[in-house]
């Protein structure tokens, strides 16, 4: 499966923006999706996730609140949705996909689509 992420952009700390990860090649069906991003001088760290099946949801602890992570099956793509944005958010943000279970180890995810650039101004 390939992936294709965007939605990246500049915006100032408070405002939203929304990223997509769209799969061609399959389905996302019986995957679970993931968003990571990587900050500067950072390692690639977990930020939400998805199992397409059933809809759960994962969040790390700093982006609760804020972001949501959602799916269409119709588009066969994966949203993440961030609002509240933080200086802190800024990173290059991938998504990725693994079968069936979420898990927040970058590792664990087979297909990854490029990054898209997120920069939270001050």
């Known amino acids: 499966v390939q992936l294709q992420a965007s939605g990246g952009g500049l915006v100032q700390a408070g405002g939203s923006l929304r990223l997509s990860c769209a799969a061609s090649?399959?389905?996302?069906?019986?995957?679970?999706v993931g968003w990571f991003r990587q900050a500067p001088g950072k390692e690639r760290e977990f930020v939400a996730a998805?199992?397409?099946?059933?809809?759960?949801?994962y969040y790390t602890d700093s982006v609760k609140g804020r972001f949501t992570i959602s799916r269409d099956n119709a588009k066969n793509t994966v949203y993440l949705q961030m609002n509240s944005l933080r200086p802190e958010d800024t990173a290059v943000y991938y998504c990725?996909?693994?079968?069936?279970?979420?898990?927040?180890?970058?590792?664990?995810?087979?297909?990854w689509g490029q990054g898209t650039l997120v920069t939270v101004s001050s």
């Open positions: 990725a996909a693994r079968s069936l279970l979420v898990h927040t180890s970058p590792s664990k995810y087979d297909y």
């Open positions: 090649g399959r389905t996302f069906s019986n995957y679970a």
């Open positions: 998805i199992t397409w099946n059933i809809g759960s949801t």
